[in-house]
């Protein structure tokens, strides 16, 4: 019906999106959304119709992605996953190096927030320098700016934060009293699993453009939850 025909679409529009952004972090991201769906609807991606649509779907961005001559890029890209000598990844060693730093200096409440980037050179192992070692930068990833920037107390309180969004996302499509409600919890909590990978390699937290969907998606949670439970 109407439903899934949108469903394939918004599929082949982010998808195609996601693959040709060239962002490795948002491929890894996009990678767990497909096991965290299998997980939490394996039996109903199993029926036939369904299965045959996502079949479709996934061979239309497959389609879409080689008629816009980006494969050979994407190949590359996809290359330089496991390339230690890639810029890119030796460069979020360096910056997770001097995370790391930073978290044996300042064990308990780290070195400040918002500090990493002032922090940062004093703490950068210089044989790990690359042409970018000397650049006002993030860390790469969310969960080491937490540990470097508020230590312990600040990685404990992200960890119990992170488990209490999870048992909201889990009761919310739990106690779905409809096919739009579990959907639309099963979309939310899919978009934070998303991020929640992309953030090993990344942090982008501290932008608009990503917080406000986030706590967007975690208040929905919440409002979905208090429904089911009325």
């Known amino acids: 019906g109407p439903p899934k025909l949108l469903f394939a679409l918004v599929t082949l529009v982010t998808g195609s999106q996601v693959i040709l952004s060239m962002t490795r972090g948002a491929w890894a991201g996009l990678a767990g959304f497909g096991l965290f769906l299998v997980a939490v609807s394996g039996r109903r991606l199993l029926r036939v119709g369904n299965a045959a649509l996502v079949v479709l779907s996934v061979l239309a961005v497959a389609g879409l992605v080689v008629a816009s001559g980006a494969s050979r890029r994407l ?17 979020r060693v360096n910056r997770w190096g001097a995370g790391l730093s930073m978290f044996r200096a300042e064990p308990l409440a780290g070195v400040g927030f918002g500090a990493y980037s002032d922090a940062y050179l004093s703490h950068r192992r210089v044989p790990l320098g690359t042409d970018q070692s000397r650049s006002r ?13 508020t230590g ?14 999870a048992r909201l996302a889990w009761r919310a499509i739990r106690g779905a009293g409809s096919p739009y ?23 982008y937290m501290a932008y608009d453009k990503l917080a406000i969907p986030v706590w967007m998606a975690v208040g929905a949670l919440a409002a979905v939850d208090t429904l089911n439970r009325r």
């Open 137 to 149: 930068m993030g860390i790469h990833s969310e969960y080491l700016r937490v540990l470097a920037e």
């Open 152 to 165: 312990l107390v600040g990685a404990l309180t992200t960890l119990l934060a992170m488990l209490v969004v």
């Open 75 to 91: 190949e590359h890209r996809a290359s330089t996953i496991t390339d230690p000598a890639f810029i890119a990844n030796l460069e």
């Open 181 to 203: 409600l579990r959907g639309l919890s099963v979309g939310l909590a899919g978009g934070l699993v998303t991020y929640a990978i992309h953030g090993i390699v990344n942090n």
